[in-house]
């Protein structure tokens, strides 16, 4: 089956970090854009920053305060993203997708999804 594994989430407080992994089970990122997903409780599934095949980073909404950032690691067929400074509103499931080269579109122009990772902050 081709699909993601998100995982590093957890309960954190406000304030604090995380860094959430993503795995390609069933076939190679090369040639792929992957993107990190947020979805709230009862929200729609939003774009955080998304990453190219060359590398070319794109950020989304509140992303691009700074504290979000994505990276990959083609040889260990995983992206990363780091959050930092968390906060309240990082409360949801973070899923990554990927479509072919470039970085471009909403969640549905994604595929591969897994069953996503549950980020919870707390105050």
């Known amino acids: 089956q081709l699909q993601f594994v998100e995982s590093g989430g957890g309960l954190v407080q406000s304030g604090g970090s995380l860094r959430l992994s993503c795995v390609a089970s069933?076939?190679?990122?090369?040639?792929?854009?992957v993107a990190w997903f947020h979805q709230a409780p009862g929200r729609e599934r939003l774009g955080v920053a998304c990453?190219?095949?060359?590398?070319?980073?794109?950020k989304y909404g509140d992303a691009d305060e700074g504290r979000f950032t994505i990276s990959r690691d083609n040889a260990k067929n995983t992206v990363y993203l780091q959050i930092d400074t968390l906060k309240l509103d990082d409360t949801g499931v973070y899923y990554c997708?990927?479509?072919?080269?470039?970085?471009?579109?909403?969640?549905?122009?994604?595929?591969?999804w897994g069953q996503g990772t549950q980020v919870t902050v707390s105050s």
């Open positions: 997708g990927a479509r072919p080269y470039v970085c471009a579109g909403g969640h549905r122009e994604y595929d591969y």
């Open positions: 069933g076939f190679t990122l090369d040639y792929d854009a």
């Open positions: 990453i190219g095949n060359s590398g070319e980073v794109t």
